[in-house]
């Protein structure tokens, strides 16, 4: 274990996001998205939701600029409660998320540095994020350091 970094995020997790650059993608996808099928790269966290996966990420990840997130529109259009939660764990609002239809997702998805599948068992729990610039003064927080 170690001190200040969230219980959900595995040394591997760990690993993949920092390797990770600017504007590189993680999906982060529910239970029933065809991960094996996209995925260069693909962790499993099945015991897990995808909002508190993705709130865990949001720990040590910046967002990049807009769009801040993506998610799937839903069948009906209709936004869903599973979106809602992974907006409030993103840290964002509706204004810095894009809904993108499910094919073009799959497609952008498959592009992804990383995917993600947990256990969220809701349709439509499906997010990419890319990964902003970590500032100076961000790596520096908590060291003591000035930069």
């Known amino acids: 274990m170690l001190k200040g970094i969230h219980p959900l995020l595995t040394g591997r997790l760990l690993t993949y996001l920092d390797a990770m650059g600017h504007s590189d993608a993680v999906v982060v996808a529910d239970a029933h998205f065809p991960a094996e099928r996209l995925a260069s790269r693909i962790l499993e966290l099945p ?3 995808s909002p508190d996966v993705l709130r ?3 720990t040590v990840v910046p967002l990049d600029d807009a ?7 839903s069948a009906t259009g209709a936004q869903l409660p599973v979106q809602d ?5 993103a840290g964002t609002t509706v204004a810095g998320v894009r809904f993108v239809e499910r094919h073009a997702f799959y497609e952008m998805s498959a592009q ?18 890319r990964k902003g ?3 100076a003064d961000q790596t520096l927080a908590g060291s003591g350091k000035t930069p």
């Open 133 to 135: 610039v970590v500032t």
């Open 47 to 49: 015991g897990l939701t």
């Open 56 to 58: 865990a990420i949001r």
């Open 67 to 73: 769009p801040a997130l993506d998610l799937m529109t």
């Open 85 to 89: 939660e992974l907006i409030a764990a």
């Open 112 to 129: 992804a540095f990383l995917i993600i599948r947990t256990g969220e068992t809701r349709k439509y729990g499906n997010a990419l994020l």
